[in-house]
């Protein structure tokens, strides 16, 4: 589980096409730091599995669903990427800390950078969206857009708001985001399951 808090700025040092699938190898000292194989990193708002590890470099394989359902296929060599680790239940002081909100790595859909509006501290930047993920998505509510936890502003039938302010702009890959640019969207998981639960009892 992540928590959409973008610990650093990593860079694609390789996408590797394979028949059904790639392998995509990233660059992230601070990520890497306390990795080894096994463990799970989210690349974009996806969880991949890291292969191997060193020098500051992982290799993760991306099967044939996560690059259809995300836009991890469109990445090239020194593309920039948001990275973070899973998060951890408890700190040293037994104390755990849920910074975003509850991120799976699970991407539900991608999503299409319609226009973004500049002021002098924030930028307002409206997505659109796969029509059948609008009914998950409430204003004031949560969204991952490339694996950042972000607060919707505004909803529209197949498209939504979201405000970027500067430590967002200046420490993940939304900062560089512009019109035309695919991003990966994860939807709230507690509104599925209440979904699922209400058509369960009709």
Known sequence: MFTGIVEELGEVVALDRLADSAVLRVRGPLVTSDAKPGDSIAVNGVCLTVVDCADGQF???????????????????????????????????????????????????????????????????????????????????????????????????????????????ELTTLGRRQPGDPVNLEVDVIAKYVERLLEARR
């Open 59 to 169: 290799s993760a394989d991306v099967m044939a669903e996560s690059l259809t359902r995300s836009a991890l296929g469109e990445l090239h060599p020194g593309d920039r990427v948001n990275l973070e680790r899973p998060v951890v239940a408890s700190g040293p002081d037994g104390v755990g800390r849920l910074g975003g909100h509850i991120v799976q790595g699970h991407v539900d859909g991608v999503g299409l950078l319609v226009r973004r509006t500049s002021s002098e501290h924030w930028d307002l930047v409206v997505i659109e969206m796969p029509a059948d993920l609008a009914r998950y998505v409430a204003t004031k509510g949560s969204i991952a857009v490339d694996g950042v936890s972000l607060t919707v502003v505004e909803v529209g039938p197949d498209w939504f708001s979201v405000a970027l302010i500067p430590s967002t702009l």
